[in-house]
């Protein structure tokens, strides 16, 4: 039925690994890569596994490089490890608010760059499954970035968008100006307009309301 799929899909779980799924790493140092899960309904049994350089997981041959396997039983409860590589530490928690599976990686090399794949499978959602992927690059040392010419278009853009709004001011005060200007000579010409009419003895003036002379 079309309302229990809907249904089915708002419970659906959903695998993260944050605003941005790539990390750089110094050689040599520890490096944390990120993932938490989230399912509206709860999770019993959960398995979460971490694949490194892993192109399909659903494929055996050849099978995913796991490097951190774990099990949750519980909301209740922390992940129990099943296996994982010795330089993988756990870091994460799921009986605090977010379900938290992160892990740490030690002592990073320039061969640990390239993909890591967190899955999580749910077998109270029917065994749903998802993943999230990171891409690692490891780095000899960490260079600086040069903001001199970010701050140079920063300022140019700024001083533009400034002269742009003085001229608008500058153009709103001299149409006030002249609107002005304009209002003061309609004023003038009406005033002087009334007057010649009164002196000329034009239809509606003074000069014809005077009784026309005697015979």
């Known amino acids: 039925l079309p309302g229990l799929h809907v249904f089915a899909i708002a419970f659906a779980l959903e695998v993260s690994v944050g605003k941005t799924n790539t990390v750089m790493a110094l050689n040599n140092s520890n490096v944390l890569l990120p993932c938490t899960f ?75 760059a390239g993909k890591y794949t967190c899955h999580v499978k749910n077998p109270r959602e029917r065994n749903a499954q998802h993943n999230a992927t990171i891409f690692l690059t490891v780095v000899h040392k960490m260079v600086e970035t040069d903001n001199t010419v970010t701050l140079i278009i920063v300022g140019v853009v700024g001083g533009l968008i400034g002269l742009l709004i003085l001229f608008m001011l500058i153009k709103r005060v001299v149409l006030f100006i002249i609107k002005k200007t304009q209002d003061g000579k309609k004023e003038c010409l009406v005033s002087s307009s009334g007057n010649d009419n009164t002196e000329n003895g034009l239809a509606g003036s003074k000069a014809e309301q005077k009784a026309p002379p005697k015979a």
């Open 38 to 112: 989230t399912t509206c309904i709860g999770f019993q049994d959960l398995v979460f596994t971490w694949y490194f350089n892993s192109t399909e997981l659903l494929t055996p041959h050849p099978a995913p490089l796991q490097i951190y396997h774990g099990k949750i039983k519980n909301k209740a409860t922390e992940p129990t490890l099943v296996s994982r590589n010795p330089r993988v530490d756990f870091v994460g928690s799921t009986t605090k608010k977010d379900n938290n599976i992160s892990i740490v990686l030690n002592g990073v090399e320039f061969s640990d």
